[in-house]
Every structure is written in C-alpha cells, then in structure tokens.
C-alpha cells in the first residue's frame, strides 16, 4: 500500500472514531449517564442534542465534500 493512501486511511480510521465518541458522547448526556457538575440537567440534555445533530450534520457535508 503506497504512504498516501496508508495515511488516507489512518485519516478516515481517526475521523471515524472522532464521529463515534461525539456519539457516545452526546448520547450519554442526552440519556443522563453522563452530567456535568454545577449545571442543571435540562442544559446537560440539550448539550447533548447539539453535539448529536452537529456531529451528524458534519458527517453529511463531510460526505457531500468528497462527491
């Protein structure tokens, strides 16, 4: 495998796991699994809905990107 597209491929294998955590992430505050001290819970849940619906929308304009 030539080095360019070794490096595309740990680029997209690291960019996939980015999209996974923010998942992870968002859904976790949205569920209430994960809080954040100090800050009331209805901030926490939107918090998380942001990360999911921008994390979801950078993956479409980052496919949209590449056609």
């Known amino acids: 495998m030539a080095k360019g597209a070794m490096e595309k491929l740990v680029n997209l294998l690291v960019w996939i796991a980015g999209v996974l955590v923010s998942l992870a992430v968002g859904s976790g505050m949205i569920d209430g699994v994960l809080s ?32």
């Open 36 to 67: 954040i001290r100090l800050i009331p819970d209805v901030v926490v849940v939107v918090a998380g809905w942001i990360v999911v619906v921008l994390t979801i929308v950078g993956v479409v304009l980052a496919i949209v990107d590449r056609l």
